[in-house]
């Protein structure tokens, strides 16, 4: 039977085309079941304050980056988005006085405006972003050079290089989407082979870094979260860590608030990872095939699926 269209954009993969009755379980999930969907390779942890919660997050950088040596260094691949860890993390270093100067960081993504990446002067900028909210603050003395810090271009070259440098990714950190995504890595658009069905989980994983179309529903999403609704502002493509980084990655650690994605998207890839569903209508569900994920949710923000009108 031909996959269902989108009711969000009738021309790309999403997961509104997943099978009715997924939907419904995942939608059905209660809190306490979600926390029970732990299995080996998956874990699902609970945080009960904003506070623990970004915490936790920040300390996942000081983990990783106490592990570097300069004859095995190693690093952490993070996000825009969340950002609020990132100031945390600079205090952290400067506080502990942690020399970092052998650890790697490498970006998860960025904007892509014409042929090239947006520059650093762009307010939306993510390298931005990551340079005035936690590297900057960082004391000169402690932080790693330039050269240890990788922020994908649209010329992918030297960062996919950076990934077999010889520096080794302890945790690959993200949120998570509308479109239900780790940095932007979307669903597809439903064209051409992938008319009738998205690209199997083994395709979709095979796919570095590179420049992406952005699903309309990401291109909302940033607007709402960044541009004050003004969906004009936002780019319509961007450069992606892939899957075949990813799984580079010793450890994929996903962080949700409650902020970025809906309570039912917050249900919907817990299950399908823990089912080991792997759909690429539902990138975020590919970990499913990661060796260890780790899922965080603010309690408070995981949300209610009831119906209710407003």
């Known amino acids: 039977m031909a996959r269902k269209l989108s009711s969000i954009a009738p021309d790309w993969w999403d997961y509104t085309t997943l099978d009715d009755d997924l939907i419904r379980d995942a939608a059905s999930l209660t809190p306490q079941q979600m926390l029970r969907l ?3 390779g998956f874990k ?6 904003l506070a623990e919660f970004y915490l936790a997050e920040a300390l996942e950088y000081i983990t990783a980056w106490k592990q570097s040596t300069p004859d095995s260094p190693c690093g952490i691949c993070g996000p825009i988005g969340p950002t ?6 600079a205090r952290l270093v400067n506080d502990l006085a942690l020399n970092i100067r052998s650890a790697h960081f490498w970006g998860m993504d ?3 405006l014409g042929e090239k990446e947006a520059p650093v002067t762009h307010p939306l900028s993510f390298e931005k972003a990551d340079r005035a909210l936690c590297f900057s603050r960082i004391r000169k003395e402690l932080r790693m050079p330039d050269e240890n810090l990788h922020f ?3 010329e992918t070259t030297d960062y ?4 077999q440098s010889g520096a080794r990714c302890v945790v690959m950190q993200g949120g998570q989407g509308d479109v239900k995504h780790w940095a932007f890595n979307d669903p597809p658009r439903r064209k051409g082979r992938y008319k009738d069905a998205p690209p199997t989980a083994q395709e979709y994983r095979k796919l570095a870094t ?3 179309d952005l699903h309309p529903l990401t291109i909302a999403q940033n607007a709402r979260t960044s541009g004050g609704g003004n969906i004009s502002l936002v780019p319509t493509r961007a450069v992606s860590v892939g899957p075949l980084e990813t799984w580079q990655a ?6 949700q608030a409650g902020m970025h994605d809906n309570p039912f998207g917050q249900r919907l890839t817990c299950l399908m990872i823990a089912k080991r569903i792997a759909d690429a209508a539902v990138p975020m569900s590919l970990l499913a095939e990661h060796p260890d994920v780790q899922f965080n949710y603010y309690r408070k923000g995981i949300g209610r699926c009831d119906v209710e009108m407003h």
């Open 38 to 40: 732990s299995r080996p």
């Open 44 to 49: 699902v942890v609970f945080y009960d304050t």
């Open 84 to 89: 609020e860890q990132l100031p945390l993390v």
């Open 110 to 112: 960025e904007w892509v």
């Open 152 to 154: 994908p271009k649209a």
């Open 160 to 163: 996919r290089k950076s990934w």
């Open 210 to 212: 590179r420049v992406v």
């Open 250 to 255: 010793e450890k994929v650690s996903i962080w």
